[in-house]
């Protein structure tokens, strides 16, 4: 008897997530990957160029990551995070000390993003809770994308993921993002809200909003925005999932900002790819709100695998590539490239906008395309034949390489973009 291929296989028992299944669209098996390569059944190759939803920033398959984990894994497995702690989460916590935001001074550790977000999210209510304030609303951006659990889901305010659920969120009031053309009405409608709410939280994608297209905002405007959030003392959540880690250029996009949030999430490239692990970060002032000799003012929340030792393990490896001189190397050369490509394309009649931050770059194209409609599955698969992995949102395409992606590799994507935009 003939043995099935994956594809047949993988449509008998599998649930993908995102995917429509009556409309049939097959799923691509990956049998391997190695650097920026991803390799099908029939050994086809493919450049992630989009690193694996910008997960695996040093390489798919990265020997020092490995070495890492497998030396992990042969001391200490796992155990629980309650009661118990352990040298992978202890020299972790003091190496993100050295490269957050300097107001940062206690991590919290949650499986990855959203409930890194639901964490966030959940301190800032008990923030108050703990001090006899009931306070109620959040504040986010409109567009902007956390996860899909409910507290998450509530902040995000992409209506292609929350449809049916919309009448069970929490509450949460929007904003635009600021612009330089705009900065004095998005002000005054967030003192508007202050004002009239009783606001516990701002939560946001600091200076680019991933799922929403890669969408940039003022770096300047954002800043004035925690500003005044801050006066009201209403908690800043800088959700860094997709800019943490070097994406924008700086270590984190906060870098960019004079007044620091006072919560940070951090997952997708914190592990390189490796294993499920996300971080919610908070200053002193959140941490001491919830010391008390009442046992219940403590954050009674807790996933089984916080802190897994081997999700520790890659990520204390991968802070320590991401600035070495190899990894800055590539870092600088990726931005460079990206700006010649982006100035050589820009001017091209099917480009509406093109726009690029740190190894981030996102071209709009002047053409309709639904979110998940079937052109945009078009664009998606005449990437793929041409073996380059994106993953176009809408009529956005996005180009996010791992950093170690080779000169030559990376000129490959650029120029199936090119004979894209010639074609469609
Ligand atoms: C991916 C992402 C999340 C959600 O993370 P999951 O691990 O998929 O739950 C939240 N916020 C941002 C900005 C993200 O990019």
Known sequence: MKEENLSSRDKKFLWHPLTQHKLGKPQLPITRAKGALLFDEEGKEYIDGIASWYTVMYGHANETIISALTQQMQTLDFVMFSGLTHEPAIALSEKLMEILPSNQAKIFFNDNGSTAIEAAIKMALQYFHNNGEKRDT???????????????????????????????????????????????????????????????????????????????????????????????EVLCIADEIMTGFGKT????????????????????????????????????????????????????????????????????????????????????????????????????VKVKEART?????????????????????????FFLQRGVLLRPLGNTVYVLPPYIISNKELQKVYDTITEALNTF
């Open 357 to 381: 931050i740190g190894v981030i770059l996102a071209i709009d194209l002047q053409i309709e395309m639904e979110r998940y409609g079937s052109l945009r599955d078009e664009l998606y698969n």
């Open 138 to 232: 959040l504040i986010a951006f409109e567009d902007g994308f956390h996860g899909d659990t409910f507290g998450a889901m509530s902040a995000s305010g992409l209506s292609s993921y929350n449809g049916p659920f919309e009448d069970f969120l929490l509450k949460v009031v929007r904003i635009p993002v600021p612009q330089e053309d705009n900065l004095k009405e998005v002000k005054s409608k967030l003192s508007q809200i202050l004002d009239e709410n009783e606001c516990a939280a701002f939560v946001f994608e600091p200076l680019v909003q991933g799922a929403a297209g890669m969408k940039f905002h003022s770096a300047k405007g954002l800043d004035a925005l925690i500003g005044l959030c801050q006066e009201y």
């Open 249 to 348: 250029g700086k270590n984190f996009a906060s870098d960019n900002l004079m007044n620091k949030p006072d919560i940070i999430c951090l997952s997708k490239a914190l592990t390189a790819g490796m294993f499920p692990l996300s971080i919610t970060s908070c200053s002193q002032k959140i941490y001491n709100r919830f010391l008390s000799d009442e046992v219940h003012k403590g954050f009674f929340h807790a996933h089984t695998y916080s802190a897994h030792p081997l999700g520790c393990a890659a990520a204390l490896t991968g802070i320590e590539l991401l600035n070495s001189p190899e990894i800055s190397e590539r870092r600088d050369y990726i931005a460079k490239a990206h700006c010649s490509f982006l100035d050589k394309i820009k001017n091209h």
